[in-house]
């Protein structure tokens, strides 16, 4: 199993800054995944972060709107950059192993 | 994009059990078919998963249909805190190898006390 600490846990923030959202496990693990939660909808995959290398995004999500660190095998960061109210979710990392695992995410307001 | 179809929501009564249907017709013979829910306020967790034989765990029983292309999720005993969202899921797999979950949809269940 594999425990995950997201922070922070919400924020509320203004219209164009940027947000930084911190993933810990507590193993290491290869791939890590974020994820975006829209209000009232299912998640949607923005990008997967291995260590030492560029994120891969998905199609829809770019990197200059959602940079990803990975500076080693435990952590890694989504930062959410330039926000507007569309922004407003709940965004969500992930690791797999014999399943997949998910912290409880960072709930973003953006007003 | 999601490789499952769910409905949209299922209500049941408490006590009662509840059975979650799942279609996912383009189903490859190495795809197994995994089961994650996601309770209010929390992200997904793990259910059940399976390849081709039926599986029980103590959460709950995963029926495969014979030809694969749908599964129903089982749920014995629904209980007020089983409400929440469940999905169906397919993984993808990465090209670096490792597997990655596509979240469709998934089933809104209500449990009626």
């Known amino acids: 199993s594999a425990v995950i600490s997201q922070k922070p846990s919400r924020d509320i923030c203004q219209r164009g800054t940027s947000l930084t959202i911190q993933c810990q496990v507590d193993?290491?693990?290869?791939?890590m995944f974020w994820y975006r939660q829209q209000p009232g909808q299912s998640l949607t995959l923005i990008a997967t972060?291995?260590?030492?290398?560029?994120?891969?995004?998905e199609s829809g999500f770019v990197i200059d709107k959602f940079p990803i660190s990975r500076p080693n095998l435990t952590f890694s960061t989504l930062t959410v950059s330039n926000m507007s109210p569309e922004d407003s979710s709940i965004y969500l990392c992930?690791?797999?192993?014999?399943?997949?695992?998910f912290g409880q995410g960072t709930r973003l307001t953006v007003v | 994009d999601a490789k499952t179809t769910q409905p949209n929501s299922m209500e049941s009564n408490e006590e009662e059990p509840v059975h979650l249907p799942c279609n996912h017709s383009?189903?490859?013979?190495?795809?197994?078919i995994h089961w994650y829910r996601q309770l209010p306020s929390q992200g997904p967790e793990y259910v059940i998963h399976?390849?081709?034989s039926n599986v029980n765990n103590r959460m709950a029983s995963l029926a495969i249909a014979e030809d694969r292309k749908s599964s129903t999720l089982i749920l014995h005993r629904a209980t007020l805190r089983d409400a929440a969202v469940y999905y169906c899921?397919?993984?993808?797999?990465?090209?670096?190898?490792?597997?990655?979950?596509?979240f469709g949809t998934g089933t809104r269940l209500k449990v009626l006390a």
């Open positions: 992930s690791v797999v192993g014999a399943e997949a695992f």
């Open positions: 193993s290491q693990v290869t791939m």
């Open positions: 972060a291995n260590q030492g290398s560029e994120a891969t995004y």
């Open positions: 383009t189903i490859s013979g190495t795809d197994y």
């Open positions: 399976g390849l081709t």
């Open positions: 899921i397919l993984r993808d797999l990465t090209t670096s190898g490792t597997y990655k979950y596509i």
